[in-house]
Structure formats: C-alpha cells, structure tokens
C-alpha cells in the first residue's frame, strides 16, 4: 500500500511539474544541413486565427534567432495570403530570405484520469494505528481531465521550393498557448542541433 502512495506522489509532481513537450515525429532531408552563420533571413510563422496570441508566438520565435528571423505579420501582413504562391515566393527572395519556418496547432486531445486518494496506513495494533491516524485525514480520490496538444513545425526552404524538416510534437497540459508554443520552440531547435541538421 505503501508502494503505491509513492507511485501516485511521483505521478502527480510529474504532471504538477509543468507541462512536457517532446517530439512524436520527425523528418529531415538527409542531404541538407543548416550553417546559421550561412543564413541571411527566414520567416518564421505562427498559423494562429488568434491575432494577439500569433504575434506574441512569433516574436518568440524570432528571438531565438535575432538578427535573422523576421515575424510573418511583419513581411506578409496580418491578413490571410491570396493564393499566388508564386508572387509570395517572388516578394520573399527579393527581401532576401532563404526560408521560412511554420507552427500550427494540429489537434487538442482530452482524457481523464482517476487520481486516488489517501487514508491512514494500517499498523499491527490498534494503539500504533490510532498514534499515527489520529492527526491523519482521509483524502477523496477524483477525476481530472489531462489535455494533449500536437503542434507541427515545418521548415521550407526557398531557395530549393521544397519541404527540408518537420516534426510534430505533443504537450501535456500546458498553462497557456504562449508557453505551449515556447516549448515547442525549444524542443524542436534541440531536435534539429542534435541530429546535425543545424549547426
């Protein structure tokens, strides 16, 4: 019984320790790695309806990189793009950038989970349990319900009109879209410096 109260300790800080993001999946074109030094500009962007919220991810974005990464509200505008792809892929080379890097938020999963209480522990005699009960109290289990988010993160390259990465990831109950989006920042930039495909 014992045990069991410590597994469900170690779970609850686990899931009261913030939320986790880690990589589902993963491509990469295997003939090409990223030099930053090489880099003159890219785009990054959030596809967010929420405008507020689409400028604060991009500015997160961008400020993991300054100097190179230019938020897309900034060089496409907040409205929604026309269809020419061509004139948009024309108005990026020209600017001078070699790619652009894509969030969004693909799906949001819910699910429950019973979370058990607590009660005295039971000893040999009834003196030892009422010694340590005494100041006890009895914790009701209950029911929460855990959200999952998948974010996809592509990366385009320009200069080659081709896809050269992408990932999704998922994270557990995150506090806000802001740090969810952060998250997913850090994580996938790690993904790409530690398989070599930026360096």
């Known amino acids: 019984m014992i045990r069991m109260i410590l597994i469900n300790v170690a779970l609850l800080f686990l899931v009261a320790c913030g939320p986790s993001t ?18 003159h500009k890219f785009v990054v962007a959030a596809l967010l309806k929420n405008q507020a919220m689409r400028h604060r ?14 938020q897309s509200y900034k060089e496409l505008g907040d409205e929604d793009l026309k269809d020419d792809e061509e004139m948009y892929n024309q108005q990026l080379k020209r600017d001078g950038f070699d790619g652009i890097v894509l969030m969004r938020l693909v799906d949001v999963n ?5 979370v058990p209480g607590s009660s005295a522990v039971y000893y040999r005699s009834w003196r ?12 009701p289990g209950y029911y929460t319900t855990d959200k999952s ?3 996809e ?44 495909f930026l360096k």
């Open 110 to 114: 819910k699910s429950t989970r019973y």
């Open 57 to 70: 991810v991009e500015d997160d974005m961008a400020a993991l990189f300054p100097d190179k990464a230019v």
């Open 153 to 196: 993160v592509t990366v385009f390259s320009l200069k080659k009109n081709k896809l050269i990465w992408t990932a999704t990831t998922t994270t557990i109950n995150p506090p806000d879209r802001g740090e969810l989006f952060a998250n997913v920042s850090k994580v996938v930039l790690q993904r790409m410096k530690k398989e070599g």
């Open 128 to 139: 030892g349990y009422w010694r340590y009960s005494w100041p006890a109290y009895y914790d």
């Open 22 to 39: 880690h990589i589902v999946d993963s491509w990469r074109d295997p003939s090409i790695v990223i030099d930053t030094a090489d880099v």
């Open 149 to 151: 988010y998948e974010v």
